[in-house]
């Protein structure tokens, strides 16, 4: 569980358009003082508006954007190039899948959550927060920083479009849903929510059906393809149908 814990981190409502923004930025080649000057100026009339406090709102948010684009751990900078490759060809409504997979790489929390919300979404066509909430406590303990922050997950979820309200407080309906098929795009996504994973490594089928990608339908894809669009793949072959994939380098 500490493992866990360590990860929480992303801890406010985070837009679908700002995380476009930030990677706008950087494909337009500005530096990390331009970027953070842009986001300064696109969020000062949204949040935290007449306050300046040196970490507020909007400082944390900013933080998490830099963190998802630019700031990424060492062994994110491959992903995270290859996604802003893969922005570069996407029109705008598939975008979503990149930033999805880059903040499930930097912030596996958003993954847990995720998670949770698939299943439910699958047993019962709706989801609770107060049943997220729960389920969260039985994973991290009675801890008010993993509530507050299940919260703005499921809220930048709502933004997202990938939730929607249905009327009744704390009760939310899958949105919008996206057909994935490009087998680059796919691939990529693998890796990125491998990189959620403790041990770097899921069945292959598990991690194309996983609810951590509820959003989304991933088409199946051939070992072979997999393997010729990803130098970042491994697969250990169990059977016919039980192959287990990898990431390559975990440096």
Do not use: C
Not at 39 to 58: F, I, P, Y
Not at 125 to 146: C, D, H, N
Request: charged share 25%; glycine share 8%; net charge positive.
């Amino acid at each position: 569980m500490s493992r866990l814990a360590e990860q929480v981190g992303f801890s406010q409502r985070v837009r679908l358009e700002w995380l476009e923004h930030t990677a706008n930025l950087i494909l337009a080649g500005n530096d990390k003082i331009a970027i953070n000057a842009a986001l300064q100026e696109l969020l000062q009339e949204k949040v935290s508006v007449g306050g300046d406090a040196e970490r507020g709102t909007r400082e944390k948010i900013i933080t998490i954007l830099m963190k998802i684009w630019l700031n990424v751990p060492l062994k994110l900078e491959a992903l995270r190039g290859d996604g802003l490759e893969l922005l570069k060809g996407l029109p705008r409504t598939n975008r979503i899948v990149v930033h999805w997979g880059m903040v499930t790489a930097v912030y596996p929390f958003w993954s847990v959550v995720a998670i949770n919300v698939g299943r439910l979404l699958k047993l019962q066509g709706s989801v609770a927060a107060a049943q997220i909430q729960r389920r969260l406590r039985e994973q991290y303990g009675e801890r008010e920083t993993v509530s507050r922050a299940a919260r703005r997950v499921l809220r930048s979820y709502i933004d997202w479009g990938v939730l929607k309200e249905s009327g009744v407080r704390g009760i939310y309906h899958a949105g919008r849903s996206m057909v994935v098929d490009d087998p680059r795009l796919i691939s990529w996504l693998i890796e990125a929510s491998l990189h959620a994973r403790s041990n770097g490594s899921a069945p292959l089928k598990d991690v194309i059906e996983s609810p951590s990608l509820f959003p989304f339908l991933l088409k199946p894809i051939q070992v072979d393809n997999l393997l010729a669009v990803s130098a970042n793949l491994d697969i250990l072959r169990h059977g016919l149908n039980d192959d287990l994939v990898m990431l390559r380098n975990l440096t």
